[in-house]
């Protein structure tokens, strides 16, 4: 068995790995971490979606060794039911989320654009968003919200 050890939304863990194929997404739902949702296991989905190192990645086609020194956000580090992130409680002002099985992927997606592009225009939002499926709201609510919150980046925030 090796141990592996990453950041973690923010805080240094240990982790020790089933055997030498794990696969990242099934690391973190064995230590708990639900959010991160299996989706089609071949990476084409997005539910499974985390950022790594500042970027999105599958984690269903990630192998969880490849984490090691990394720096990893699952949706579990993006806010709390009392406290949600800007991102969360845009998606549910629009009603972004029905089921909510794409969402956590959606977040993670939207919050790796807004790292890097604080006030995306609309083609820079639907090519960030590309990777992620989302089956009941059709879209348009997503990038909806979405706009808001770059609308409100521009704005500083207000």
Not at 9 to 31: M, P, T
Not at 51 to 69: D, P, Q
Request: aromatic share 8%; with cysteine; charged share 25%.
């Amino acid at each position: 068995m090796k141990k592996i050890s990453f950041t973690l939304n923010g805080e240094e863990k240990e982790f020790v790995l089933d055997s030498a194929d794990e696969k990242l997404l099934n690391l973190l739902r064995r230590y708990g971490y639900k959010g991160t949702k299996w989706g089609c296991g071949e990476g084409a989905c997005g539910t499974c979606t985390v950022i790594l190192n500042g970027k999105t990645v599958y984690s269903c086609i990630t192998y969880a060794f490849l984490a090691e020194g990394s720096e990893i956000w699952t949706i579990e580090g993006m806010g709390t039911r009392k406290n949600p992130h800007p991102i969360q409680k845009a998606l549910v002002k629009e009603g972004a989320v029905q089921c909510g099985y794409c969402i956590p992927g959606m977040v993670l997606s939207a919050k790796a654009m807004f790292d890097k592009i604080p006030s995306p225009n609309d083609l820079e939002i639907r090519e960030y968003m590309d990777g992620n499926l989302c089956r009941c709201t059709g879209y348009e609510k997503i990038y909806t919200a979405l706009k808001k919150v770059a609308e409100s980046n521009a704005e500083g925030g207000k």
